[in-house]
């Protein structure tokens, strides 16, 4: 049951607005179009952002779907 959810969840996508600015650090820099290196993310309060499930821990991991213990072990 749990990984039918985690592959076809029932909510896909969870709009949000953050209520405050917030700055969030990236594990690697990210390098933008026009060249500037990013070490974070500012997000300004106001801001919609969208949270989805879909293809969460799916399309980054070879064997997605496949059932791992591993993935809930924390």
């Given amino acids: 049951m749990q990984e039918t959810l985690r592959i076809h969840p029932p909510v896909v996508e969870n709009p949000r607005v953050v209520?405050?600015?917030d700055?969030?650090?990236?594990s690697r820099p990210i390098v933008g179009?026009?060249?500037k290196v990013y070490n974070e993310l500012v997000i300004p309060r106001g801001t919609e952002?969208?949270?989805?499930?879909f293809g969460h821990n799916l399309w980054?991991?070879?064997?997605?779907?496949?059932?791992?213990?591993?993935?809930?072990l924390v």
Wanted: no cysteine; aromatic share 10%; charged share 5%.
């Fill in 19 to 21: 209520w405050n600015d």
């Fill in 23 to 26: 700055i969030i650090p990236l």
């Fill in 33 to 35: 179009v026009s060249g």
């Fill in 49 to 53: 952002v969208m949270i989805t499930s």
């Fill in 60 to 72: 980054a991991i070879p064997r997605a779907y496949h059932l791992s213990i591993h993935t809930y």
